[in-house]
């Protein structure tokens, strides 16, 4: 079965203090893994999609990378419009019609205080 | 572009009600998907569709229908509500199976 954990749960850092959040999974054939930001009371904004170990993107001030087990989402010096709820999902490569299903974490609280 | 959108925005059930959570798409997706949110349990996938006609169940589909009859619309249909049916519904939709999912905003539903 296809899991994914993130931690920390939540996390509060100042203006400007740089930080990563971790997504672990473990999944039978990674087909992606990918970043969502999710503000109260929304629907979750696609970030990111990383598809092999190794693999980085950036944007702004966050930058997602991938390793064979976990993702890690760094934030460089944040600002307070960066606080929300950060969502990792992974995708596995089983699905006879291609449309793998998205397996998603709990997700990060970040609250940035100016 | 309006992107996904849902209505209603927020519902009050009771139970043994039914009712239907509308979805549409104007982006020209394919593949759609409907997700349930609950505290500490992370977004749930419900139903997905790969193209109109066409549509499989997820991790907790019992209790709901879909139905795809054109490739812009996707709606769930809740049988008869439970209690256990509350939670926060979110509809989406992607051009490609790997590509991101773009979310709509979401229906609040309580049940009573």
């Known amino acids: 079965e296809d899991q994914v954990t993130q931690s920390p749960e939540a996390l509060r850092l100042q203006e400007g203090e740089s930080s990563s959040l971790n997504c672990s999974y473990t999944v039978s054939g990674l087909r992606g893994l990918f970043w969502y930001r999710q503000d109260p009371g929304k629907g979750p904004e696609f970030l990111f999609t990383l598809y092999s170990a190794g693999e980085e993107k950036e944007k702004e001030r966050l930058k997602a990378t991938l390793t064979k087990k976990e993702s890690f989402l760094h934030i460089t010096a944040p600002k307070p419009e960066d606080s929300a709820t950060y969502l990792c999902?992974?995708?596995?490569?089983?699905?006879?019609?291609?449309?793998?299903?998205?397996?998603f974490g709990t997700g990060t609280r970040l609250t940035i205080i100016p | 572009n309006a992107g996904v959108t849902q209505t209603p925005k927020f519902q009050v059930l009771k139970t043994g009600q039914s009712m239907t959570l509308q979805c549409a798409q104007d982006m020209n997706h394919e593949y759609m998907s409907w997700y349930r949110q609950d505290p500490g349990m992370g977004l749930r996938l419900i139903h997905y569709?790969?193209?109109?006609?066409?549509?499989d169940q997820g991790e907790v589909p019992n209790g709901y229908n879909v139905s795809r009859s054109t490739t812009e619309d996707f709606p769930l249909r809740l049988l008869s509500a439970a209690p256990s049916q509350t939670s926060v519904y979110f509809c989406?939709?992607?051009?490609?199976?790997?590509?991101?999912?773009?979310f709509g905003s979401g229906t609040r539903l309580t049940v009573v």
């Open positions: 989406a939709s992607s051009y490609t199976a790997t590509y991101g999912y773009t």
């Open positions: 569709s790969v193209g109109a006609g066409i549509t």
């Open positions: 999902a992974v995708q596995a490569g089983r699905s006879n019609f291609g449309n793998e299903k998205l397996t």
